[in-house]
């Protein structure tokens, strides 16, 4: 028997899992896998630590009203049955909110739970599945570890003025702040900085994820001293479908001159907007780029030009840059937006070496760059992994 960590990141449409042994120091999954399609048709697929596929026909008898508790449920039957020599000693669970309680991975206990579920309004599309997941499992095996690691922990140690809004004190007071996101992520990036060539680990740098969601945070000194999402995941970069930031006055606008309701408006601004809705094409970087349409080269543009700005601002909060690392989709695969963003950001003294950014390399900047620029893979599972094995050991 090989005990192991299993690693369950709940979205709302999707599961993503993996299993690491329990012995610190693995850092490839012996398996890993996704369930998507949730409450539609889900499709379960999942690999072994070679890449090979393993048996996507695993889940087909779960209809497709199954929730994300009921998924788990048949997650871990189908890892009873045909993996039976894996043994889940703990679990570590993906949870969006941490609010202003958790600045780090906690033991889900009655108490913490309790404490997250309260948090619910701050995430109401994604906590609920979370939590789903970590009642699935307490159902089956209550004596499991189970280990809560949060999306937000990381930017609590910005300071006040970085999470204040221009709002009033008694809103700021009542948790109407920002938290930003994508915490695990920086995490990991932080915990490499010092593998990479020439970056200044404990400068100033600034970490673009890059992805279907997008966000850039500043670091001193690998801390969070600002990011660009905000009280929700809608502020900051133009994303895949997200508008980013956008003045409030607009908002407004749709509802009290063009009658939207606000469920509209939360579908516009979450799933109609950002390249999807610039191109009226996709959401997709990939088939952006793919596409002649000069509607596609305009929403990369405008997304390369806004994440510029956004890099110019967290500049300006750390008084200077030393760094930048690109990762996730679009950060770790496209060369056209990091050379968009980069030339947009020549002033600070950025110079691309155009070979090593087509080759993806892990230092893309030129010899001669006042600030080094990198490309690295990132690895929140690994984040999460680490964090359950600590605690529950
Ligand atoms: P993520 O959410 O991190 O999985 O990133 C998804 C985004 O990465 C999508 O917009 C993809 O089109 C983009 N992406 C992935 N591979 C590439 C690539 N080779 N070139 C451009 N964009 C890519």
Same mark, same amino acid.
């Given at each position: ?9 709940s979205? %709302? $449409? $999707? ?14 999954p012996l398996?890993?896998g996704?369930?998507?399609g949730?409450?539609r ?22 209809d ?7 998924l788990?449920?048949?997650l871990?039957d ?8 894996? +043994? ?10 941490g ?14 739970f ?18 789903a997941a ?5 159902? #089956? ?7 809560? &690691? ?8 910005q300071?006040r ?36 060539p ?15 969601g997008?966000?850039? &945070? ?11 999402m905000?009280f929700?995941?809608l ?5 895949? #479908?997200? %508008? ?5 006055g607009a908002?407004l606008?749709l ?6 309701s ?7 601004l ?13 959401? +997709?970087?990939?088939e952006?780029?793919e596409?002649p349409?000069?509607?596609a080269a305009?929403?990369?543009d405008?997304? &390369?030009y ?5 890099f ?8 200077g840059l030393d $760094? ?9 695969? $496209?060369?056209?937006?990091r050379?968009?963003? &980069?030339?947009?950001?020549?002033w600070l003294?950025i ?6 950014n087509?080759?993806?390399?892990k ?6 760059? #006042? ?19 600590a605690?529950?050991?």
């Open positions: 028997m090989t005990d192991a960590v299993l690693v369950i990141n979205g %709302s $449409s $999707s599961i993503k899992f993996a299993l690491y042994p329990m012995s610190s120091g693995g850092e490839i398996i890993r996704k369930v998507s949730i409450g048709a889900p499709d379960f697929v999942a690999f072994d630590a070679a890449g090979a596929a393993l048996d996507e026909t695993a889940l087909q008898n779960l497709g009203d199954a929730g994300h508790g009921e788990v449920q048949g871990l189908w890892l009873a049955s045909e993996h039976s020599g894996l +043994n889940v000693v703990a679990v570590g669970h993906r949870v969006v909110h609010g202003q309680v958790f600045d780090g991975p906690v033991v889900i206990t009655s108490e913490t309790k404490q997250m579920e309260d948090l619910t309004p701050l995430a109401p599309l994604h906590q609920p599945h979370n939590l970590v009642t699935a499992i307490s159902k #089956r095996a209550s004596d499991i570890v189970q280990v809560a &690691c949060f999306d937000t922990s990381f930017h609590r140690t300071p003025l970085a999470q204040l809004f221009g709002l009033p004190h008694k809103l700021s007071d009542a948790g109407i702040i920002r938290y930003g996101f994508h915490g695990l992520s920086y995490e990991y990036i932080a915990g490499v900085l010092t593998d990479l020439g970056c200044k680990a404990e400068g100033r740098v600034i970490v673009a994820h890059l992805g279907n997008a966000s850039i &945070c500043a670091m001193k000194n690998r801390q969070s001293v600002a990011t660009s905000g929700t995941a502020h900051g970069l133009m994303m895949g #479908r997200r %508008s980013g930031t956008l003045d409030a908002v606008h509802v009290q001159q063009l009658g939207m606000v469920d509209e408006v939360h579908h516009l979450y799933r109609e907007s950002g390249l999807l809705g610039v191109s009226g094409i996709s959401n +997709n970087m990939r952006l780029q596409s349409d000069p509607r305009e929403a990369i405008l997304f &390369c806004k994440a510029a700005l956004e110019a601002s967290h500049a300006a909060a750390m008084e $760094s930048i690392v690109f990762t996730a989709g679009i950060g770790e695969n $496209s060369a056209m937006v050379q968009k963003i &980069c030339r947009q950001l020549s003294g110079e691309i070496d155009e070979t090593a087509a080759e993806h390399a230092t893309i900047s030129a010899g001669g760059s #006042r600030i080094s620029v990198h490309v690295v893979a990132t690895n929140e599972e690994l984040v999460i992994a680490n964090a359950t094995r605690l529950a050991s």
